[in-house]
């Protein structure tokens, strides 16, 4: 595993199949929840200007179109349509797409992850690109099919990350002029530590009165 950070410009995110259609199947993780970490990562490789590509499977498929949240954030960034490869490398599109982007290390999530999002992951790795499996932003129909897919792409040499810990290794530091974003996520879509902030902060301002 390499121990050199991940930055806007050395990665690419890849959001795979967060369709409307599969999204009626996933039991792995409260749905709310998943979409909320899909769009959070989605706006992570938006503000941060990081790589994205984002790929489904064509429109007229059962799985449908993909989240409106995730459409709202990436606007007219364009989706990737694979007619049926479940490892999207095997698209030659999708392909060219990641290549274009000139980035090694992939962050990649999407579902389900026992299907696109490990064969994906499996992709990537034949063509040794260094590949980190968002896997809150990733689910599948139960539990064990997410957390066995999951214990298989490390295996092969994949890293878990999580969403917002690479929005963080995104900002570096907090001094950075990128800081209005990263407290946007959290104030967004990861409401339990923006409520700490906002209680220490009345905290804080009530010392300060009594003083």
């Given at each position: 595993m390499s121990l050199e950070p991940l930055t806007p410009q050395n990665t690419t995110i890849i959001l795979v199949d967060h369709a409307?259609?599969?999204a009626n199947v996933l039991r792995s993780h409260d749905t709310a929840q998943h979409i909320s970490n899909v769009v959070g990562l989605a706006k992570t490789a938006v503000w941060y200007e990081s790589g994205l590509v984002v790929t489904n499977g064509l429109p007229t498929k059962p799985s449908g179109p993909l989240y409106p949240g995730?459409?709202?954030v990436i606007g007219d960034h364009p989706v990737i349509e694979r007619p049926g490869a479940i490892n999207a490398f095997?698209?030659?599109n999708f392909a060219?797409?990641?290549q274009r982007t000139g980035r090694r290390k992939l962050a990649i999530a999407g579902v389900s992850t026992e299907g696109c999002v490990l064969q994906t992951v499996l992709g990537a790795l034949r063509l040794d690109y260094e590949v980190h499996l968002v896997v809150d932003a990733s689910a599948s129909v139960t539990?064990?099919?997410?957390a066995v897919a999951v214990q298989r792409m490390v295996q092969a040499g994949a890293t878990p990350v999580t969403w917002f810990s690479l929005a963080g290794e995104f900002q570096a530091d907090h001094r950075n002029p990128t800081f209005p974003y990263?407290?946007?996520l959290m104030r967004e879509h990861v409401p339990t530590m923006d409520m700490?902030?906002?209680?220490y902060l009345a905290a804080y301002q009530q010392a300060q009165g009594a003083a």
């Open positions: 409307v259609g599969f995730l459409l709202e095997a698209d030659e060219r797409a990641v539990p064990e099919t997410h990263w407290q946007r700490g902030v906002q209680t």
